[in-house]
Nanobody
Framework: QVQLVESGGGLVQAGGSLRLSCAAS????????MGWFRRAPGKQRELVAS???????NFADSVKGRFTIFRDNVKNTVYLQMNSLKPEDTAVYYC?????????WGQGTQVTVSS
């Protein structure tokens, strides 16, 4: 069991940056993997970035070189640093955690990038 709370979404102009935070209610050492997903209007949910308990990261091709995922083990928080934002990045972003094949989700945070 874990509760996830996202924050950091908002409105930003193209080319700008945002940092999303996901605070977990338990030590992230006990979480197999955490990730950020997004769902844009009319599109399927997609994995944006993930990080395993061992520190391995993975990124969608569309965000490689622009987004970074990292963690603070003291704060039990995972971050998504989003740079060089594009209008097509507009979506609701969800934090997810996987524990023994069970997935848990945050409430989502809206990111809107204006052209």
């Amino acid at each position: 069991q874990v509760q996830l709370v996202e924050s950091g979404g908002g409105l930003v102009q193209a080319g700008g940056s945002l940092r999303l935070s996901c605070a977990a209610s338990r030590t992230i050492f006990s979480i197999n993997a955490m990730g950020w997903f997004r769902r844009a209007p009319g599109k399927q949910r997609e994995l944006v970035a993930s990080i395993t308990s061992g520190g391995t990261t993975n990124f969608a091709d569309s965000v490689k070189g622009r987004f970074t995922i990292f963690r603070d083990n003291v704060k039990n928080t995972v971050y998504l640093q989003m740079n060089s934002l594009k209008p097509e990045d507009t979506a609701v972003y969800y934090c997810s955690a996987r524990i023994f094949s069970n997935d848990y989700w945050g409430q989502g945070t809206q990111v809107t990038v204006s052209s």
